[in-house]
């Protein structure tokens, strides 16, 4: 059996396509089942936590924002390991960890343990910090041209898990009755080990050793710079206003009679909607450039918000989900295409981890606060919050377009 290695070679442009298209497919499906952990906590967590928690339910959603927080606390870890060992060992590190995780996590529900629940949550979401670095690592061996269509790709793989995440829900939620969503999380362990099976198969090339004196720019100087700024406000909208409302929703389909089957649904629409256009969305940034991608996005997600203020129904809930996942898809993957514009690849690893870093600093404040919101002053605020983020967004996208063509003219 031959064994597959990651080997010391000069730079992934000396690869063609046919090397970055195998990895971008084994990532693909690595991503379905990352993202159906990210999901099976998003549409159980809290509903686990109002389960286990006496009185006031304002803590429910502090699972989701575990997971949140581990993903942020992983990334720049998740950098710096790949950079180190290599983006295979670390992926298949955070696949044993995700085993754990899961693992962890239907032991608390047995247990009745609400912080040990929260802990393994934190775990998972660790782990899915480098499940985030998928979309990098598709780029890695690729050609420039066919750089955006492989970071589409792989988030397309999340299309797969918007089906395979609720329906393991739906599914396994029953398995250990009465300990409801205990076997969920057996189940969650499972995946993982599929995707350690799958990331052991990927072939990514080591950077080259860098020069003395070509170790890249400082992050403050490559921060200072105005697509970078911008883009990371925009993805940090994109992804903090999404994880806001889809964090509340689950509660909010309860309190409003909806059952636990029509919350995993609408989350299995709302994940299909944030990875289903991923199909195409590189090719929607070849033709129509990044920043109409990413204001398409921001403009989708306050059209979520005004259908949700606009009724509390089951069509309301789903098709809000589905706004808001469609809002995501072209917003994210829009802002990280523009991303990749202000490094060179000597920095690729560290400006990827720092806007991952701060990406999910802000989506786990914003996940923490859902719950507080929802409990305080209930689902129309939670939804109001959105409109004045995005319109700062969109001025922003709006000064660095003008700003850059002014200095193409002098």
């Given at each position: 059996m031959t064994q597959v290695s990651e080997t010391n070679t000069s730079s992934p442009s000396d690869y063609d396509d046919s090397l970055a298209k195998r990895n971008a497919l084994l990532l693909a499906f690595a991503q379905s089942l990352g993202g159906a952990t990210a999901s099976i906590v998003i549409a159980t967590g809290p509903l686990v936590g109002t389960m286990m928690l006496a009185g006031s339910k304002s803590l429910a959603t502090l699972p989701v924002s575990a997971m949140v927080l581990g993903t942020a606390i992983g990334t720049l870890p998740a950098g710096m390991i790949s950079r180190r060992f290599g983006r295979r060992l670390g992926f298949m590190g955070a696949a044993l960890l995700s085993i754990f995780g899961g693992l962890l996590a239907a032991a608390a529900i047995f247990q009745g343990s609400f912080w040990l629940f929260t802990l393994a949550c934190c775990f998972s979401g660790f782990s899915a910090a480098f499940v985030q670095q998928y979309r990098f690592a598709a780029a890695d061996t690729a050609s420039e041209g066919?750089?955006?269509?492989?970071?589409?790709?792989?988030?397309?793989?999340?299309?797969?898990?918007?089906?395979?995440?609720?329906?393991?829900?739906?599914?396994?939620?029953?398995?250990?009755?009465?300990?409801?969503?205990?076997?969920?999380?057996?189940?969650?362990?499972?995946?993982?080990?599929?995707?350690?099976?799958?990331?052991?198969?990927?072939?990514?090339?080591?950077?080259?050793?860098?020069?003395?004196?070509?170790?890249?720019?400082?992050?403050?100087?490559?921060?200072?710079?105005?697509?970078?700024?911008?883009?990371?406000?925009?993805?940090?909208?994109?992804?903090?206003?999404m994880s806001l409302v889809m964090t509340a929703t689950p509660l909010a389909m309860i309190g409003c009679g909806l059952t636990e089957t029509d919350a995993a649904l609408g989350i299995q629409w709302h994940v299909l909607a944030m990875f289903g256009p991923s199909f195409f969305t590189g090719s929607l940034i070849a033709r129509f450039g990044k920043e109409r991608i990413v204001a398409t996005g921001l403009a989708l997600l306050a059209a979520c918000s005004t259908v949700a203020l606009s009724g509390i129904d089951l069509a309301h809930f789903w098709g809000a989900l589905v706004l808001l996942g469609l809002g995501w898809n072209f917003g994210f993957i829009g802002a990280t295409a523009m991303l990749a514009d202000t490094c060179r690849p000597e920095e690729r690893n560290m400006v990827q981890a720092t806007n991952d870093f701060l990406v999910f600093g802000f989506v786990a404040s914003a996940s923490f606060a859902s719950g507080q919101l929802l409990e305080t002053f209930g689902w129309a605020t939670v939804n109001w919050i959105v409109f004045p983020f995005v319109l700062t967004s969109l001025a922003l996208l709006a000064w660095l377009l003008r700003n850059e063509k002014i200095g193409k003219q002098c």
């Open positions: 066919f750089r955006p269509k492989a970071i589409s790709w792989v988030m397309a793989g999340g299309v797969l898990a918007g089906v395979v995440g609720p329906q393991t829900v739906i599914a396994t939620k029953d398995i250990f009755s009465p300990m409801l969503f205990a076997g969920t999380y057996v189940a969650q362990a499972g995946l993982g080990m599929i995707a350690l099976g799958l990331v052991a198969f990927l072939r990514i090339p080591r950077p080259a050793a860098v020069k003395a004196g070509a170790s890249g720019r400082p992050m403050r100087q490559i921060m200072a710079q105005p697509r970078f700024i911008v883009s990371v406000a925009c993805g940090v909208t994109s992804y903090a206003l």
